[in-house]
Every structure is written in C-alpha cells, then in structure tokens.
C-alpha cells in the first residue's frame, strides 16, 4: 500500500531554516504531483507548496513565496521542502500528500493518501 513518511520536523529559530523529507513507498512516484500542507492548532489544515510529477511546475501559498522551496528526486522517491526564514506563526503539523494526478493542486480533495505528519515548532 502507499506510505508517505515525513521527516527533518523540529525545533526552529525565528529567522531559521528546516528540511523536511518525504518519502514514499508502493506508488510509482514519479508519476504523481505531490505537495505540503500544514495544520497548527485549532486551525484548517492549509496547502503550503506542490509539485508536478517532473519537478517543472510548482505551486506555493503566496506567504511562503521566496522562502520555501519544494523539490523533488523520482530516483529517491523523495519529495523535499526547504524552509527558511522562518516565522513563529508557521509553527504546526507539515504533512506531505500525494495528488490524484500529474499536476500541481491546492486543494485537499485533490490528494488522495497523506503522511502522518511532522511537528514544526519556530520559537521566538
């Protein structure tokens, strides 16, 4: 079955930078987009970054424009999300998901298996 599991969650500085890891098992990986979303506490789970089953076509939330980057390596079956800049209310729950088709989405029920999430925490 498919598994998504995220890693390189943890504790940040404002200002800092983190690298979270996704990898995935039982899909053929490099047909499918793939994105982040994250939830914080009492709050709607938010579409963060995408990206096409090739790695051309990305997609991100306009707050995190300029400072993140997602990434992704078919040969590792490893989507990537580099952060930095990092501020205290971008602490919350990164989950990485795998989209029903080729193409960048933003929307939830775009995706169709999810991570179980890694904890972000940036401490002023």
């Known amino acids: 079955q498919v598994q998504l599991v995220e890693s390189g969650g943890g504790l940040a500085q404002v200002g800092g930078s983190l690298r979270l890891s996704c990898a995935a098992s039982?899909?053929?990986?490099?047909?499918?987009?793939m994105g982040w979303f994250r939830q914080a506490p009492g709050k709607e789970r938010q579409f963060v970054a995408a990206?096409?089953?090739?790695?051309?076509?990305?997609s991100y939330v306009d707050s995190v424009k300029g400072r993140f980057t997602i990434s992704r390596d078919n040969a590792k079956n490893t989507v990537y999300l580099e952060m930095n800049s990092l501020k205290p209310e971008e602490t919350a729950v990164y989950y990485c998901?795998?989209?029903?088709?080729?193409?960048?989405?933003?929307?939830?029920?775009?995706?169709?298996?999810w991570g179980q999430g890694t904890q972000v925490t940036v401490s002023s």
């Open positions: 039982g899909l053929t990986f490099s047909i499918y987009a």
């Open positions: 998901a795998k989209a029903r088709s080729t193409r960048t989405a933003v929307a939830l029920y775009e995706y169709d298996y």
């Open positions: 990206i096409g089953w090739s790695g051309g076509d990305v």
